[in-house]
């Protein structure tokens, strides 16, 4: 009899260890602390004698695109328009001049003289403006060519070593310059972007871009 009450007084000063406590979740193992990239993003931890994995370049971006504006070709339009007043007035005072050389014929002369000069100018000016554009992103220089067929050359910004900027007299006063690209690559060691608007405006941005490339390039094999 003593036993039993014994037993019967444990079982009644032992509490349940889950009175009140059924609903409640299991605690889940505490996960590791994240890693802070150089980036400023979350990577998982690494353990010993694992190598922290590298964060992943930015997505590349166009910054700027554009064409070879018509005002490139200002100065030679001028040209072309001033000479067809010169022909035409030489032309009337060789007419005056010579009587075997009619007013019909002479003006039929100048006429032929002007449209064929006329033609090529304008052939000229609609293949630098259609045929080529341009693409700047912020890894790379793209130049899409052609019309009824398309070649597309790029070059890499991080080759880049130095950007200057060409400007006429005509394309002083019209806001439009050339942009020259020097670089290391083998295929285009210079390349050209003719007749823009805002020239050294994209000069910069292309500074800014192989500056950046080359920081973190830099970065990354310092790690």
């Given at each position: 009899m003593a036993n039993e009450q014994n037993s019967d007084s444990a079982a009644n000063?032992?509490?349940?260890r889950h009175d009140g406590n059924d609903d409640q979740p299991p605690h889940s193992p505490r996960?590791?602390?994240?890693?802070?990239?150089?980036?400023?993003?979350?990577?998982?931890?690494?353990?010993?004698?694992?190598r922290p994995n590298r964060a992943a370049a930015p997505d590349e971006e166009v910054l700027w695109s554009g064409r070879t504006s018509w005002k490139h070709f200002a100065g030679l339009i001028a040209a072309w328009s001033a000479g067809s007043v010169l022909l035409a007035a030489l032309m009337g005072w060789m007419a005056a001049k010579w009587e075997a050389l009619s007013g019909r014929t002479a003006f039929g002369i100048v006429l032929i003289v002007i449209l064929c000069l006329g033609a090529y100018i304008a052939c000229r000016v609609l293949r630098a403006v259609l045929a080529q554009r341009y693409r700047l992103t912020s890894e790379r220089l793209f130049i899409d060519r052609g019309i009824l067929?398309?070649?597309?050359?790029?070059t890499e910004l991080i080759r880049v070593d130095d950007v200057r900027v060409h400007k006429s007299l005509?394309?002083?006063i019209l806001g439009v310059g050339s942009v020259e690209v020097l670089s290391t690559d083998v295929s285009d060691r210079t390349i050209r972007i003719e007749g823009v608007q805002q020239s050294e405006e994209v000069a910069e941005t292309i500074r800014n871009c192989v500056r950046t490339l080359r920081k973190r390039s830099l970065f990354?094999?310092?790690l």
């Open positions: 000063r032992t509490p349940s996960q590791p602390d994240a890693t802070p990239s150089p980036t400023g993003a979350q990577s998982p931890a690494t353990g010993p004698g694992q067929s398309r070649t597309i050359d790029q005509v394309g002083m990354v094999e310092s």
